[in-house]
């Protein structure tokens, strides 16, 4: 099962750009890299997803390597609403053939003012 | 949160009493999951539905029976309540399992 590794913690500045590396140097040829994010007490949030080419939506962009070994999600004008702990995940299947989601430690990020 | 809502979103229980937690949808995905989080543990899947009827154990199931009699609702029962259970109970859905999974408010249990 591929595994991933991110900085346990990050900063950034309002405003900016905030780029969160991964690394997913085991990953498959058919597994999708996905990316969440748990504001503090709350429900993991769905950002973003993608297996080979680079992802863009009204959250966030994608950036997978061409080896699809890494990959960094791009928050382009981070606000201070965008602290939170963003996990790097890529999909397992279960036996029933219904895929979960394994979370990591993630990589926390404060945006600061 | 995607039409998901979790109830109680907070419970106080003593050990050894059953507790059940709802987990409700109103975007009639077929798959349901029940997740809890530690710390140090990050989310660890209890158990998962992929139909009305159909459930499956996921990596931490002992101590946990569900059930799906209807689309719009997964119940997360423990049977006998223990102190490692403590914890926060996230429930989520997703269309398909290619799909992303969407996370309800989360239910935070004490078992003392």
């Known amino acids: 099962d591929a595994k991933t590794t991110q900085p346990p913690s990050m900063d950034c500045a309002e405003g900016r750009a905030a780029n969160l590396p991964c690394n997913h140097s085991?990953?498959?040829?058919?597994?999708?890299v996905y990316w969440y994010r748990q504001i503090h007490s709350q429900g993991p949030q769905y950002i973003i997803h993608?297996?080979?080419n680079n992802e863009t939506n009204e959250m966030a962009s994608l950036i997978i390597t061409e080896d699809r070994k890494s990959s960094t999600l791009i928050l382009p004008h981070a606000t201070l609403r965008d602290t939170a702990v963003y996990y790097c995940?890529?999909?397992?299947?279960?036996?029933?053939?219904?895929?979960?989601?394994?979370f990591g430690k993630g990589t926390k990020l404060t945006v600061n003012p | 949160d995607a039409g998901i809502t979790q109830s109680p979103r907070h419970k106080v229980t003593e050990t050894g009493t059953p507790v059940t937690l709802r987990c409700h949808q109103t975007?009639?995905?077929?798959?349901m999951y029940w997740y809890r989080q530690d710390p140090g543990h990050g989310l660890r899947l209890i158990h998962y539905?992929?139909?009305?009827?159909?459930?499956d154990k996921g990596e931490v199931s002992d101590g946990y029976s569900v059930s799906r009699s209807k689309t719009e609702d997964f119940l997360l029962t423990l049977e006998s309540a223990t102190s490692s259970q403590t914890s926060v109970y996230f429930c989520?859905?997703?269309?398909?399992?290619?799909?992303?999974?969407?996370f309800g408010p989360g239910t935070r249990l004490t078992v003392l």
């Open positions: 989520a859905i997703s269309v398909e399992p290619s799909l992303p999974q969407y």
């Open positions: 085991t990953i498959s040829g058919n597994e999708y």
């Open positions: 993608g297996l080979k």
């Open positions: 995940i890529v999909r397992l299947k279960t036996q029933g053939g219904s895929e979960k989601l394994v």
């Open positions: 975007e009639n995905h077929r798959y």
């Open positions: 539905s992929y139909g009305v009827k159909d459930t």
